[in-house]
């Protein structure tokens, strides 16, 4: 049953359908990021069903600079996915012809961003209808309702449900509930319908699909597991032990391999390792989520996991081919996902090194947040995947948000995690970070609980301090 939220969504898509069908051509701009990536990937497949010209580009962050440049090209029509909402003012005051297809939190006039706005009723964002785009649903999803919009009756194209849910599980969007919920929900049971993903409760480390078992113990972070994370003879060790997934005769196994005897058996062991441990309950559930499986795709492959699928994305998007990413996403299985898998290679190593430099330089914790700045030492395209990782080690508060900081061209690039428990207090990092970095003469906005922005390398010092003061004042509302 379709709630009253996705359809206000889906009217409002269908009025940005029939602008687009109108135009003789489209001009694509979308984020470099996973739901990004699968967001830009709908809707070029969705163009293509309906016979509409495009061209498309990816930006890290869309400023006025990036909105002066296109202003100047002078496109007959934009199109902006999983990004625009902080843009609507512009947009409007430039009269530039435009649909926004986004979910994070609208940034205007209010005129601007009401959900009936008559100055500028492109945009599609569940904000503008009460609905949370942090975790009700990602910006691969806003666009895939457009796709829907533009296909009709003919073509739905509800089989590319699928992608919507990788974009969804790459902005993290399950981690609330441990399950996709509200919006994201519809459109996986939309996909299930379609016969293209399934889901189910299973085992939720990374890497159920292409990792030896032992392998996938060794590298999670999501929980961190002291004693294992880091250190493959003991995971070898552990499997050893439990009698499952590992032995001299048969060698590594993969968890898509194992019998369901075989699974039960080894989670047995996880948990009672982690009871053993003294892990949290928290930690301890995070064991077990819901997981979505690709029907189309084959088996022991990247893409038949929406985990694995998303984070190929992002190690396309995260160095400069996000192009090859949506290569991936609409099919090609030679030549982009070779180069994929090489970007994939690289990113797990830097993921490993950025995790390592937080571990043995540190956090600094202040009243209210804790930050790291890693100069040029982090990559500024994974510094907020470093900071989220990051929140599972031990030299991490989890009762406060988590900053990283790394230097780009544009000035010291700022990402902020957080956690529900804060949200629930008062925290809202996209407020946050739009605040601040506006009074040091940057900019930035997000989610509640996951934000970033650019600031000027002179004004770190002040930013970290009025940062630390702002967040203290929404947790003592």
Known sequence: MVSDTFAKLSERAALCAEKLKQAKKVHLVSHIDADGISSAAIMNLSFERAGIPYTAEFVKKLDERVMVRLLEENHEMLVFTDLGSAMVDFIVDNRMSAVIADHHQPNGRPENIAADSATFPYHINPH???????????????????????????????????????????????????????????????????????????????????????????????????????????????????????????????????????????????????????????????????CYTLLNEKEGTEMRDASEFSTLLNATGRYDKAETGVRVCMGDRDDALSAARTLLSEHRKNLVNGLNFVRENGVTQLKNIQYFYSGEEIKETIVGIIAGMASSLENVDRKKPIIGMADSEDGIKISSRGTQDLIRRGMNLSKAMNDVTEAVGGAGGGHDIAAGGTIPPEKADEFIVLLDEYIGRQLNQ
Request: aromatic share 8%.
């Open 128 to 290: 503008l209808f009460g609905a949370n785009g942090g975790f009700e649903i990602s910006g691969s999803g806003v666009s895939y309702i457009l796709a829907c919009e533009i296909g009709g009756k003919e073509t739905d194209n509800t089989d590319l449900a699928g992608l919507a849910i990788v974009g969804a599980i790459g902005d993290m969007q399950n981690r609330k509930y441990g399950k996709l919920a509200g919006l994201n929900r519809e459109i996986l049971e939309q996909g299930a319908q379609a016969g293209v993903i399934k889901y189910a409760p299973d085992l939720s480390l990374f890497g159920k699909q292409t990792r030896p078992i032992f392998k996938i113990l060794q590298f999670s972070s999501e929980p961190y597991l002291p004693g294992l994370t880091g250190d493959e003879e003991a995971c070898i060790r552990f499997l050893q032990t439990a009698g499952a997934g590992y032995d001299q005769r048969d060698g590594a196994k993969l968890w898509i391999e194992l019998s369901m005897d075989e699974k039960r058996i080894i989670i047995s062991a996880l948990m009672k390792f982690c009871d053993e441990r003294g892990f949290s309950s928290r930690r301890t559930q995070e064991l077990i989520r819901e």
